[in-house]
């Protein structure tokens, strides 16, 4: 694998796994110019895959954010359930189930039958890079990959790296990013939770705690986050923010807000009733809100165009975008 290579037509991808987040991540690497080996390992996602991608497509045409017609993209894609598929890619990423047992199986397919200088990445969120990576036979080229729903609409990308992994590999493929329309971050340490759900979680574990308390309702933290954090966050992020503010005041606020935060390490009480009663919110109308049918569909819709219209705006703040993201505009 030459690793100088950056340009998406000269490198052949391959994605294991097509669910959701797996045929997302073929859209966006499809739409970036990629050849892609995509793998099924269950019948269920093999028989969904040809519609769900189609229609992933098909959004992207209508959100214009494709230069050709779908049909060109198909054109590159090749979907089947033989591993032997993967043999020429440069690149392999996995995505499916967080068990660490069928990663290990699916690891030793794709080991088996690529080539000894192809890098394997996972798109987890949930297991250690450095667990994973003892998985495979070269783990200093394994890598976290960690899209964001739907991949092709979003920005974000986590790159991680493992006690054993080799940065060379990481660069690579940070730097490959940048042709996927992403504004990838890098963690070269690997951490429980990786950067983005180490953040998210610190905000659920408080707005849980607020809400145990009777101080506040879900209804009112969901409109003080949307409405504040919401106005600005995509643009100018965390220290940016603090930055614009003036920082005199932070270090008092600091002094005098963190010891009054929640530290607990249980499952708000809440949360566990809901598990209990199999609630899995806009996918069974049961969650912390309760949805009728119509509104479910309506949130499923609101979210897509949402990330349509946030994927072009965080392109034109600042206005140094790179070329590639200013095509996508």
């Not at 097509?18 to 019948?43: F, Y």
């Not at 093999?46 to 959004?59: H, K, V, Y």
């Not at 993967?86 to 392999?92: E, G, H, K, M, T």
């Not at 429980?192 to 180490?198: A, P, V, Y």
């Amino acid at each position: 694998m030459n690793i100088v290579k950056t340009n998406p037509a000269e490198i052949e991808v391959g994605v294991v796994g097509i669910g959701l987040m797996g045929s997302s991540i073929i859209v966006s690497l499809l739409a970036s110019g990629h050849r892609v080996k995509a793998i099924a390992p269950i019948n269920a996602d093999f028989d969904a895959a040809d519609n769900r991608i189609s229609e992933q497509l098909t959004n992207c045409m209508q959100a214009g954010l494709l230069k050709k017609e779908a049909a060109y993209y198909l054109n590159n894609l090749e979907i089947t359930m033989d591993y032997y598929t993967l043999a020429n890619c440069s690149l392999v990423i996995e995505c499916v189930i967080e068990d660490i047992d069928i990663k290990a199986q699916v690891y030793k397919k794709i080991t088996d039958v690529v080539s000894s200088n192809t890098v394997v990445a996972s798109n987890t969120s949930a297991i250690a890079i450095t667990i994973l990576q003892k998985l495979v036979p070269n783990p200093e080229r394994f890598i976290g990959v960690h899209f964001a729903e739907p991949a092709y609409a979003t920005r974000f990308l986590e790159i991680t790296c493992g006690e054993l992994t080799d940065a060379t590999y990481a660069d690579w493929v940070f730097n490959l990013a940048r042709h996927w329309a992403k504004e990838p971050t890098l963690l070269r340490k690997d951490i429980k939770g990786f950067i983005t759900n180490r953040l998210m979680y610190a905000v659920y574990r408080e707005i849980f705690h607020l809400i145990d308390q009777g101080k506040t309702t879900m209804e009112d933290a969901d409109k003080a986050f949307r409405y504040d954090a919401g106005s600005w966050i995509t643009l100018m992020g965390l220290f940016r923010r603090m930055d614009y503010s003036g920082l005199a005041d932070y270090a008092e606020i600091f002094k005098n807000i963190f010891p009054q935060l929640s530290n607990t390490d249980d499952v708000p009480a809440v949360m566990e009733q809901i598990v209990k009663e199999n609630g899995r919110g806009i996918q069974n109308l049961n969650g912390l809100y309760n949805y009728t049918t119509q509104e479910a569909a309506e949130w499923e819709k609101a979210f897509a165009a949402f990330n349509e219209d946030i994927f072009r705006l965080a392109a034109m703040y600042p206005a140094n975008v790179s070329e590639k993201e200013r095509l996508l505009i």
